[in-house]
Structures are given as structure tokens and as C-alpha cells.
């Protein structure tokens, strides 16, 4: 005996797509996800809802007298083991349609009983064959015709993945089924008997099944001619397909989505009544922001395409909740990689570190944002070599104040005040922040950790700076899955007063302008704070920063690691972040932050006229009201850069102007020049008052002369590498031939 055949109603109710409808947090679709990869089943679909040609097609192919017998339809039994016995193949000559002997009720009773399914070879023995008209009579007994009809019409397995006629019909011809013509029915019924069949066999069933339908049902719609019958066989049996789906706003974010699931059976929410019948989840993802991105992202890679610039993602985060709002992975269509995600990839932080590094130093009290540091050259010994930080404009603007340098993105201040804290200070609260991939030891990136010499993700950059927008307490970023369970917990990993000085500097328009000048896409209509990034050979852009309630986070580059051609931070990531954050407050104010305990306003001069005096924002205790550096203006001259042994290494991708090395010496002295010499072959010397010098390769001594003439100081260094031909001859930098 076979096993008890379910109910109707149990049936549907456990019916499961392997594809649910994600919305964002409004309830908006933004694109199916799959949560099955081993069959491709959509939602299920009334027998009202399906069009009468794929009807009236299905019965005419599988079981034309389905409503008048009562499981088993013993004529056509018969015909069956006749048509076996005289040799008559499927398709006979005569041009009808070649039916077997199971009908619908029977080959329904083999899907929900697992006893019937086939034995290997794909054949039932006579034992199953009984048991599967057993089965049959005993679903006729239990469900009328319209369920066992509907029942089978969404399990029936077709081609390929797709089981039910809902996926089929929308996996070849993208449309739901109630909207399939004669032609389109046809073929989906032809598949049914042998689905991995060719084109070509295909092709020829359905121009049997269309032949052989009935007149009431041609009258409906005009009957297919054969021939296009096997040309739409060939188009979408031949064709890759995409599944149906005819949105798809976020596509890496659906499968960070997917990965965030438990069972499937947890995962079903009511639908809403904009996607009938479907399951849904739904996100913590705003459809209209995720679209205002994705499509921004694209026209601004486009303006960029010229300059070697083909990927970016973008990631916005709500501040006070977590929740992701956008989560956009890639360009698309106009990247090579558009499965890659951005928002995951490690990339080379450049310098978006630097807030974390100076609010590490502004909580443990060792400097203000008024103290001074010196931005003059300077050459360190590191485990490599000497190391030899430089800005990126390649200029020094020798003492500023802490302010001045974190907001213009000065590295050398930056390099000296990881000096002041230790890389493993800094290393630690970095981890403490949540950059997982910081996996090595701290030595290991040594101190151009300061600099963004790390590998870290999108997502963990942006929720860093949204612990700065929450005054120092950081808490995961929320699962994409809108309302999901999950750690809120609380920790405190910057003093809310160091926390809230990082983000006024960070939004200080004035202090930033030695390097980005006034008017440059960081200046918002809001109050926000930003930071850029520029990683090593220009490979990489950031911007990243925070208005009052949201957190925007953009990168920009090549997935395959090649440098982009002369884009900074500024110029690559940052239009699209103001962009992005013009959008989210175009109706939404954005106001500073409130001041938290223990931090006061104190007017602050600084002595030698180093900086205009101002109001400064100071942790308590630690207000400085005169601010002085110590007076070398007694000390001998020296050279300062290029230091005694080192070798520059010329960047063949990096404009000549951007390489020229400064010649500085410290203090400086009026009337003092320079005299290099190139010791390897071919020799020449130059005199220079230009504080600048555009490498040539070889071995060069470098003297510094006073007012006499007479050298003071002396250095040897090396330059290696290659530059233009215009740029290699000696003549062309006032280098003439040594005596």
C-alpha cells in the first residue's frame, strides 16, 4: 500500500519558493533572492491565474479526458500499451500527440508520495505502477478536479531547475502565468513529457499539442505556425535566462542577505499586497536611496571613465540604529568584476585612518587640537630601510597645529604623532573599532599604518567613523534582514570628548583649506564631517563621513588593482559623497553636535603668527591659551631632505611634478642655495636656488651653501627608476657635465 496522500490545503501551505521578493524597509521590492539553489520554484499560483491556452494546452498533451475519470484513465491505458506494442514512437506518423498512460492525478500522487518515485533507470515497476493508481484514486476521492489541476500545474518539474509553471514561464519567457500566448503554452506543455529534450523535439511536440487542440480553443487565439514554433524552441532553450526577476537594486546586498538566513521555514513574511502571493523579506534597505546611488555611482564613473576609474560601492548607514540604509557593491554593467563587492573588499585604507590615530592621542591627553607639530621632512628608520613619509602634494608647510594637520591630511604630523602614541596603541584600537582584517601583527605594518598601509573593508570603515557620529561608542552594524535579532551591546572605545573634537576638525572647512582649498566637494549645505583617502600609486579613493543621523561611506578604484590616472580622494570619491548627502537631507536638517562633559571652548593665539588665533575646542584640563614651538632659530643649518642614504624610487604611472623631490633645510636661511652632484655616469653638477628638483637616476650628492658659497652641510642619496625621455636628459634640469 502506498503512503497516505496529503491533504489539498497542506499541500499548498507547505509550499515553498526557492525565491523570495527582498523589500526594502517600506515594503518596496528591490529584487528576488534565492534561498534554493537546487530546484527554481516560485510562488504558488491559483488555477484562476493561469491562462487558458497553457490549460488547455497541459490537458490536450497530458490528459485530455482529466475531467471525467477518476484518476485512471483506463482508454488511454490501453492506447498506451498498444502504441508499445506496435512499435509507435512519441509524436506518431499520423502528427497527433503522443499521450501515456498516467494522468494528471497519477503523476501528481508520484510527486507528494516518495514511495512512487521511480526505481534507477527512470521505470516504475507493476507493484508502483498499482500503487501509484491507488494513490491516484485516493487524491480524486479527496480534492476536486480545480486542486488537483492547480496542484500539479505549480509542482510539476520541467527543464532544467524549474519546477511549477510559474518559474518555467517566468524563467523562458519572463512573464507570470496568466500572461503566456498559445505559442509560449504549447512549449511548456511539450516539456513536460521529455524535458531535457532538443529544440528541435521540443518543438515538434508543440506543433502536435497546437494541432491537436480543439476549435473552441483556437478561436481564442490565432494558432501558431509550426515553423515559429521551432524558432521560439531554439531562442529560449539556447538563451541563458535570467529567472524573471525584472528589478535588481540590490544585488550584493541580497546575497549578504541570503548569507544572514537561518532555515528557510523562518524566513517567511506576510506578503505584501504589491507582490501577490510571493514571500517576502524585508530589509533595512530605503529603495530609493539604493536607487539614487546605484544610479549616481553610475554617471559619476562615467564622467571618470577617461581617467582609468571603473568601480565603486557606496555603503549609508543609520547612526543611531546601525541599520543599513544603502549597500551598493559595484558599478554593474560598467565594471568587469560587477559580482565583486566593494563594500566587502579589502582595500588599502590610504588615509582614512588618521581621525581614529589623533583621537587616540586627544583621549589619552598626549596633544590638543591646538598643539603644533612639525610638517617638515623627515627620515626614519624603519626595519625595511629608511623611511621617508611625504604629503601628498609633496609640499611642507613646517609647524601647524593639530587641527590644520588632521584636516588637511598632512602625513608627516600624522607619522609623528604615531611616533608619540605607538603603533601598538593605535594597532589595538583599531581592532577595538572593529577592523577584523587587520589579521597581522602591529610591526608588520609598522608606521605607515598611519598612512593606510592596511587592508580594510567598506563596511568596517563606515561603521568606525559612526562610532565618531555616536561620540566614541561603537556597536555592530544591524543584520540587512529589517528587525532581525541581534548584539547591541555597547563599548565605549573613544572618550566622547576626544570623539567629538575628531568630528568638529573633521568638519572645519578653514582647516582643511591649505590643502583642498575653500571650494571643493567636501563643503556640504550641512553640517558634516569628512575624510578622504588617496591609498599608494592612486589605486585607491575614499570618502567617508557623517552628518547628524547618517554615516556615508564611498569607494572608488579598480577591483583589478590597476592605479587610476592622476584621481585623488578628493576629485574621485568625494563629489559622489556630497552627492549622496545632499539627498539624504534635501528635507532634513543637519545640525553640529551637541557638546558632550568636559569639553570647553577656550580662546587659543599661537606665537611666530604659526596659525590665526581662533576659538578652540579643548578636554578639560588640557586648555591652552598661548600656544609657542620651541625656538631652533640658533641651530646650525642642516639638511633635512633628502636624508643621508636614501633611494627614491621613481613611479613610472605618477606625473613628473608630483615626483619632484623638495630640497629643505632646517632653519631655513635667506641667501642659502643648493649644489648637486651625480657621482655615477654620466657625472654633472647644478647649483639651485628652487627649493624643488626633478629626480634624475643615479647616484647624487646633494650640498647645502651658504650665503658664500661655501658648503654647510652634505648628504648622498640615490634615485632609481625611469622617467619619460623628456624627462631623462640631464640638460633638461640644469644639470651640466662635472669637470
Known amino acids: ?31 528576488r533572492l534565492r534561498l534554493d539553489d537546487t530546484v527554481r520554484r516560485f510562488e504558488w499560483v491559483p488555477l484562476e491565474r493561469v491562462s487558458p491556452a497553457l490549460q488547455a494546452a497541459l490537458l490536450t498533451a497530458e490528459d485530455r479526458r482529466f475531467f471525467t475519470h477518476g484518476g485512471v484513465d483506463w482508454a488511454a491505458a490501453a492506447r498506451s500499451a498498444w502504441d508499445k506494442l506496435s512499435g509507435m514512437a512519441l509524436g506518431s506518423r499520423q ?16 510527486l507528494l508520495v516518495p514511495t512512487l ?89 508543440a506543433c502536435a499539442i497546437v494541432a491537436a487542440l480543439d476549435a473552441q480553443t483556437l478561436a481564442a487565439a490565432a ?36 548569507g544572514e538566513l537561518g532555515a528557510m521555514a523562518s524566513v517567511w513574511d506576510a506578503p505584501p499586497g504589491r507582490v501577490p502571493g510571493a514571500g517576502a523579506l524585508r530589509s533595512t534597505l530605503d529603495a530609493n536611496l539604493q536607487g539614487f546611488v546605484q544610479e549616481r555611482l553610475g554617471l559619476h564613473l562615467r564622467e571618470l571613465s577617461g581617467r582609468n576609474v571603473e568601480d565603486g560601492a557606496v555603503l549609508v548607514l543609520d547612526n543611531a540604529s546601525g541599520e543599513v540604509l544603502a549597500w551598493v557593491g559595484s558599478s554593474g554593467d560598467l565594471s568587469d568584476a560587477a559580482a565583486v563587492d566593494g563594500v566587502l573588499a579589502l582595500r588599502q585604507a590610504g588615509s582614512t585612518l588618521k581621525p581614529f590615530l589623533y583621537g587616540l592621542a586627544l583621549d589619552r591627553q598626549w596633544l590638543t587640537a591646538a598643539s603644533l607639530i612639525d610638517d617638515s621632512p623627515v627620515a626614519l628608520t624603519a ?33 609623528r604623532v604615531l611616533l608619540a602614541t605607538g603603533t601598538d596603541r593605535f594597532f589595538e584600537s583599531l581592532k577595538g573599532m572593529g577592523f577584523g582584517t587587520l589579521t597581522e601583527r602591529a610591526d608588520h605594518y609598522g608606521l605607515a599604518l598611519s598612512l593606510g598601509g592596511a587592508d580594510i573593508r567598506l ?101 583589478s588593482g590597476a592605479p587610476m590616472w592622476n584621481v585623488s580622494g578628493v576629485q574621485g570619491a568625494a563629489p559622489l559623497w556630497r552627492d549622496i548627502v545632499h539627498f539624504l537631507h534635501d528635507h532634513e536638517p543637519s545640525w553640529p553636535p551637541r557638546v558632550p ?108 651653501l651658504d650665503t658664500q658659497g661655501q658648503p654647510v652641510d652634505a648628504v648622498r642619496f640615490s634615485v632609481r627608476g625611469a622617467r619619460a625621455a623628456s624627462a631623462q636628459d640631464p640638460a633638461a634640469s640644469g644639470c651640466v657635465a662635472a669637470p
Open 223 to 258: 494558432r501558431p505556425r509550426c515553423s515559429d514554433l521551432h524558432d521560439l524552441a531554439r531562442t529560449v532553450l539556447t538563451r541563458p535566462h535570467g529567472g524573471g526577476a525584472p528589478i535588481a537594486l540590490a544585488p550584493h546586498a541580497a546575497r549578504v542577505l541570503r
Open 95 to 110: 502528427g497527433g500527440v503522443a499521450r501515456g498512460a498516467s494522468t494528471l492525478s497519477m503523476q501528481l500522487a508520484a
Open 1 to 31: 500500500m502506498p503512503q497516505p496522500v496529503p491533504r489539498f490545503a497542506a499541500v499548498r501551505a507547505a509550499h515553498r519558493p526557492s525565491d523570495v521578493w527582498m523589500l526594502d524597509r517600506q515594503g518596496l521590492p528591490l529584487q
Open 459 to 559: 563596511l568596517d570603515l563606515a561603521n568606525a567613523y559612526r562610532m565618531l557620529a555616536n561620540q566614541g561608542v561603537y556597536t555592530p552594524v544591524a543584520p540587512l534582514r529589517l528587525g532581525a535579532p541581534h548584539s547591541q551591546a555597547r563599548r565605549r572605545v573613544m572618550g566622547a570628548g576626544a570623539a567629538f573634537i575628531v568630528g568638529d576638525i573633521l568638519s572645519d572647512r578653514g582647516a582643511r583649506s591649505p590643502t583642498f582649498g575653500l571650494e571643493n566637494p567636501l563643503a556640504t549645505r550641512v553640517w558634516s564631517a569628512v575624510k578622504t583617502g588617496t591609498s599608494k600609486d592612486m589605486r585607491d579613493n575614499w570618502a567617508v563621513g557623517f552628518t547628524a543621523r547618517y554615516t556615508v561611506a564611498v569607494w572608488v578604484g579598480n577591483f
Open 597 to 704: 562633559h568636559g569639553v570647553e571652548r577656550v580662546p587659543v593665539q599661537f606665537a611666530d603668527i604659526t596659525e590665526a588665533p581662533r576659538l578652540e575646542w579643548f578636554l578639560a584640563g588640557t586648555a591652552m591659551r598661548e600656544v609657542a614651538r620651541a625656538d631652533v632659530g640658533q641651530n646650525r643649518p642642516h639638511i633635512v631632505y633628502p636624508a643621508d642614504g636614501l633611494i627614491v624610487a621613481l613611479d613610472p604611472d605618477l606625473p613628473p611634478a608630483i615626483e619632484n623631490i623638495p630640497l629643505r633645510m632646517q632653519p631655513v636661511r635667506a641667501g642659502y642655495g643648493w649644489q648637486l652632484e651625480r657621482l655615477s655616469a654620466p657625472p654633472c653638477r647644478m647649483a639651485t636656488q628652487n627649493p624643488y628638483w626633478s629626480p634624475q637616476p643615479g647616484q647624487w650628492a646633494l650640498r647645502l
Open 117 to 205: 518515485q521511480p526505481h534507477t533507470g527512470g521505470r516504475r515497476d507493476l507493484g508502483q505502477k498499482w500503487d501509484q493508481a491507488q494513490a491516484a484514486w485516493a487524491i480524486e476521492s479527496q480534492w476536486s478536479k480545480a486542486e488537483i489541476f492547480e496542484a500539479y500545474l505549480n509542482l510539476v518539474p520541467l527543464r532544467g531547475e524549474a519546477v511549477g509553471l510559474s518559474a518555467a514561464s517566468a524563467v523562458w519567457f519572463g512573464k507570470r502565468p496568466e500572461g503566456l500566448d498559445l505559442a509560449e503554452a504549447a512549449l511548456l506543455a511539450a516539456l513536460i513529457r521529455q524535458p531535457q529534450a532538443s529544440p528541435q523535439r521540443v518543438g515538434q511536440r
Open 383 to 415: 626595519e625595511n630601510g629608511v623611511y621617508v613619509p611625504q604629503n601628498y602634494d609633496r609640499h611642507f608647510r613646517g609647524w601647524v597645529s593639530a587641527r590644520t594637520a588632521l584636516a588637511s591630511s598632512l602625513n608627516i604630523p600624522a607619522v
